[in-house]
């Protein structure tokens, strides 16, 4: 079997050899009609008959593996897709590390794996039923193409992790199969399983700031996920950071061209101050400290799906080899960590502080210090942007002590610079650092639809380019009436 090319013959493109392995085949292609039916029921309103530009994966190898056309977003292509797999992997770290990557579940790790690999699918539906009413305010068709384009690979990225389940899992496998298409982002009886996807995408800043936070947790979750010694996972998630990237890229982009745009219209009103809020948004841009405010809340929403700072379950998922730190095989250490220790921010006796902490007891909050820099390269050049503009005023993340749900900071309220603040104090200000109702109500007003093909909403530049060069003018979408 050539694993690059796609085989595209039967019902689910795929590269693991579908055709001869009819038990997983039957499996999938009996999930297949459930899946269809959540993502007509779940997935983006109003937008089903259209023709949407789209890229479908036709490949694995890294120079050329999509393919870019019209296609109706039901008709979508969703396949099953595996990097290539390197002879001779070895497990590259904990108690395993050295030995031959497993091929197939080991039966002591389990629970363990199938844990993991449903955490990872349930976040995935989770995205696109948030998403499911944005089209309706889309500000551009290159917004709208881009929108489906993350939603269709979220869909297939909740392939990837139903195929290793009914692959590797059995019965079990097939139950959790089925439960992903029944948990519901926000339901109060069924949540999804991780707190930020139960919270609401409401309009384009929020995506843009989802995409740019909360997928960057899916990127550095896949990185670690990838180092796996389950080599099945470490395959199918290396193939997923590429379409990752483009994710991020549509939040990092997303946001700059909204800055981009409410900076040139202050520039043109002569309006230096970027603090006079009312003025600002009489131009129909959105003013900077509400920017800053949404980056808070997203930051601070995603620093909870890292887990707790100290973690037993993060310890037992390394030291058993099934998910390693970010970029594990670049790391030079003796990549078992059973004497290290490492710097965790703890709260001890009502103060914030650095607390040194067994290595491998530390691995969530490892993997969220390399998210942090990872996240603060875009916020640079989103403050390029202003300073370029001459305008005062700097995108700062906040102190991950900030408005936190899970770990240390829990029970405790802090400002943006990481002071404790009394319930009180937090009361009155908590409108200063997060999204007040007035200024939900100011977004909402601007959340206009703009569907002319080369046209903008007023509150967003356009790109620099267009998707796989296309023009300026072109149609990424040929919006069917519903
Ligand atoms: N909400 O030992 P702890 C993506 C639970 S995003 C609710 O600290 P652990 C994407 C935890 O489950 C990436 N509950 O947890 C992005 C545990 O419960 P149990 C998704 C939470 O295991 C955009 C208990 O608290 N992938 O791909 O060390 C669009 C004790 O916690 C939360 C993954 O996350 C929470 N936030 O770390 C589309 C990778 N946090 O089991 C897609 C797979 C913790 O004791 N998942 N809990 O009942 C993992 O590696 C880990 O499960 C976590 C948690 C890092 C999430």
Known sequence: MNIVQVDYDGLIPNNVGLGEDVRVKHALEKWHPGYINWWKDMGPEGFQESLVYLRTAISVDPKGWAKFDYVRMPEYRWGVLLAPQHEGRKIPFGMHKGEAAWQEVPGEYRAMLRRLVVIQGDTEPASVEQQRYLGKTAPSLYDLRNLFQV???????????????QKYFGTDGR???????????GDPDTPRMLGAFNE??????????????????????????AQSGFDPLSRTCRFMLTEEAHHMFVGETGVTRIIQRTCEAMKEAGISDPNEIDKVRKLGVIDLPTIQKKANMHFSLTLDLFGNEISTNAANAFHSGLKGRYREDRLKDDHQLEG?????????????????????????MRLRDDYVVDCNVGVGRW??????????????????????????????????????????????????????????DFIESLMQPQMEPGKFASWIAPPRVGIDNKPGDFEYVKIADA
Not at 151 to 165: I, K, P, Q, T
Not at 389 to 397: A, D, M, Q, T, V
Request: aromatic residues 10%; without cysteine.
């Open 340 to 364: 290290g220790t490492y710097p965790v921010l703890r709260l001890i006796d009502g103060k914030i502080q650095n607390e040194d902490s067994p290595a491998l007891s530390a691995l969530n």
């Open 175 to 185: 139950e959790e199969a089925e439960a992903l298409l029944q948990r519901r982002s």
């Open 151 to 165: 939603n269709v690979e979220e869909g297939r990225h909740l392939w990837a992790m139903v195929y290793l389940l």
């Open 383 to 440: 403050n390029k942007v202003i300073a370029e503009h001459g305008i005062p005023f700097e995108i700062k993340l906040p102190h991950v002590a900030f408005h936190r749900h899970i770990g240390e900071f829990t029970n405790i309220k802090a400002d943006v610079g990481g002071n404790v603040l009394s319930d009180a104090e937090w009361a009155k200000r908590r409108g200063e650092f997060l999204p007040s109702d007035g200024d939900k």
């Open 200 to 225: 609401k995408t409401p309009d384009w800043l929020s995506f843009f700031m989802f995409t740019y936070f909360t997928d960057r947790d899916g990127k550095m979750q896949l990185e670690a996920l």
